[in-house]
């Protein structure tokens, strides 16, 4: 019943799943999944090439296109993507849109309500408009290449598309500016934390927001932020917040460009062994199949490169050229701000307070066709800072605040043609220069060519009248609106620093005091303390860059381990662990001793690693749960989900922090403080242990508590559980949601390495595999490479194409 190649995945790789949503189509006697599978040789004719494309492919089905033309390599990359990832273009287009429910019914409403509003269809016209000719012809030549596909397999989609009942339209170039607006939509951590944070004033004081909202480690509480919001009723006076609050929850699960984060270093020649620059990158996202990256190479007579691409947009990303090696981590910007709008009714009409006076909203119609339901019509409101997130609760709105989204605009914006001009760079000079026209995204852009290496912070970012932007602001007084941008040249940059290596892991970059406002929403400190730690230090080979992709060691552990040391906290935390129960005690002893012997490498087979992390898990519940849980609440969900999308309250709390009103336990009489809470949180780590892996302390591994699982865009297992190291502060990271559970959350989907060394510099890693299809032997083959550590090399060389790509072709010639 079903295909060869399918069911040979079923031992190894559990995709049960796929099959039966295979079978669920028409019945297994007329449904065969290899049909779904565009060849990978012969000759396939195709109405709108010019002349004769040549596709190879390796080992992992990373394709090799190459062709007379630049607009029949264009054409093709659009059936390629297609070919391997439609249903993932597809999705990706309606959550941008705001049309999930047309595919998959009622329950995705809110999250189209939610986009709705955004309206990122608006920014993609914007940016389309900007363009060149030139940019606007590839993008249509790239689309033509997609609907040929579309049209020869629109009855013979893959299972997971066709089970959905959804006829997917033809793609438009415009599609693709629309699915960069979303990438660029989804590099932002700080509007889902307004947005938590507005949950959470729900239920405690506006005051003690700044103890939950820290920027960095080094920085003052943002108390001014939430001194903007005194005298504001929050709580109960937002209609539809838990609704907003659901969609965004649901966006985070469905969007895999979300939730982002990253690594990439390059390492001068005077620090390299071969006396030649190294650039490595990798990028974090939440781990499922298949995985957002799509490795392409490219070659026509006046365009060459290899990297990575994303399905739908018709660019390489993070790559090589040949001369110039590219790549991207996010800069966690903030550049979109919410405001709280005050609104009445007055007659038939909605009207919102500016400056003492009152104003009329602007409305807009959407109409929202529902699989199995009538089409429903709904109003967006917008004021002068955009749209109102919770527009759908409609005459509600007149007796409470809105929620206004404020982004930046994307007019005159080449931002498309400047990504194209980065990918013919041929030098690192020349692809700073084309970096800088990049407006439309917030960027770490790290160069390198053979001599020389270099960094760019791309995108436009809103100088503010007042205040940081970090919380929401009142929208009805007129100092915290934006006042244009930041000046571009303002925008961080380096080459061939003195040091000999530049890196970003999504930290912060810019030191206090700088001359414009980036963020406040910064990662974790620790990768890129870690990247500057390991660069810093002797002669680098591709053999360290892969060493450095797969380190497990944490730095916060030392930090951790500094700060029970400290003067102040010594002897106050032993006299806190002798004053508890006589067991509990002897398990915080057992612990602390565990703790400080902790090297800080969180291998899978580690013990130590496995109590400092139950150790980090135990604290969050013990520092906050009285006051923000229960576990199952919405503060506390807006509370975790807070802390996996920048620098925590968890981890600021650990290391400082002792006078926060968080270390008592509100549910005691007596009053808590920090060395009575961590004494607590060690015993607790003991406790946790024996439940979640058993008494045997030999036994205890963190790969045991830490576990990779693979699932497919249904939420369905496609591969089982495997042991994993590291955590969110490690350069192979393994992020998991503290205060939840252990399980790997964001993981690096994919890595890529350059070494001007080597004849052949560029090597590359897909996390789970090139095709989307479950039904492809490609669907899962990159993870048992990714778990090894081993790499696929991409050559530029035609003379060596054949030993990587072989001589079977599919060879696509002009149709009529």
Known sequence: MASPALTSFLPRFGVAAAVASVLSLSGCQTWNAQDTLPPNSGVQPLKGLAQNVSVRRNAMGMPLIESSTFHDALFTLGYVHASDRINQMVTLRLLAQGRLSEMSGAQMLDADRYMRAVNLKKNADELYKASSPRLKRFFEVYARGVNAYLFRYRDKLPADLAATGYKPEYWKAEDSALIFCLLNFSQSANLPQEINALVMAQHITTDKLAWLSPSYPDEQLPQAETEKLQGVKLNGAIPGLADLAKAGEQLAGLNPLGTTASNNWAIAPQRSRSGKSLLASDSQFPIGAPSLWSPVQIRAPKYQAAGITIAGLPMILSGFNGKVAWSMTAVMGDNQDLFLEKLKRQGSGLVYEVAGKWQPVMVRNETYLVKGQRPIREAVYETRHGALLNSAQGSALGNGLGVALQMPEFKDDRSLDAFFDLSRAQSVEKASDASREIRAIALNMLFADASNIGWQVTGRFP??????????????????????????????????????????????????????????????????????????????????????????????????????????????????????????????????????????????????????????????????????????????????????????????????????????????????????????????????????????????????????????????????????????????????????????????????????????????????????????????????????????????????????????????????
């Open 463 to 816: 100088n503010r009248r007042e205040g940081e932007g970090l919380l929401p602001s009142p929208g009805w007084e007129g100092r915290y609106d934006w006042d244009g941008y930041a000046d571009p040249m303002l925008h961080p940059y380096d080459q061939d620093p003195a040091q000999g290596w530049l890196g970003t892991a999504n930290q912060r970059i810019i030191p206090h005091g700088y001359g414009m406002q980036l963020s406040n929403s910064w990662a974790a400190p620790e990768r890129g303390e870690r990247i500057a730690e390991l660069a810093g230090a002797g002669k680098h080979d591709s053999r360290s860059m892969i060493a450095m992709q797969y380190d497990q060691t944490t730095l916060f552990a030392a930090k951790l381990k500094k700060m029970f040391e400290a003067p102040g906290m010594s002897q106050p935390l032993k006299q806190a662990i002798s004053a508890l129960p006589g067991l509990e005690a002897g398990k915080a002893r057992e612990a602390f001793s565990r703790l400080m012997a902790f090297d800080g490498k969180l291998s899978p087979t580690s013990t130590d690693a496995a109590i400092y992390e139950l150790f980090l898990q135990e604290s969050m519940k013990q520092v906050f749960l009285d006051e923000l849980g229960p576990d199952s609440s919405p503060t506390w969900k807006a509370f975790v989900a807070n802390g996996t999308l920048s620098y925590s309250a968890q981890a600021d709390h650990l290391l400082g922090r002792e006078d926060s009103p968080f270390w008592d336990d509100t549910r005691t009489a007596q009053k808590e403080d920090k060395p009575a809470i961590l004494a607590r949180s060690l015993a607790a780590a003991i406790t946790a242990g024996e439940s979640q892996i058993g008494g045997d302390r030999k036994a205890w591994q963190w790969g045991k508590l830490h576990r990779y699982e693979w699932k497919n865009t249904r939420g369905q297992t496609v591969r089982g559980a495997m042991a994993a190291g590291g955590d969110h502060t490690t350069l192979n990271a393994a992020a998991y949601t503290w205060g939840q559970d252990f399980n790997a959350t964001r993981v690096p989907v994919m890595r890529l390495i350059v070494d001007f060394g080597q004849a052949e510099p560029l090597m590359v890693q897909n996390g789970t595999g090139q095709s989307g299809n479950p039904a492809s032997a490609n669907y899962l083959n990159g993870i048992e490479p990714w778990l090894k550590g081993q790499y696929q090399g991409l050559p530029l060389q035609p003379q060596n194409f054949d030993k990587v790509y072989g001589k079977t072709r599919l060879t696509l010639i002009p149709g009529k």
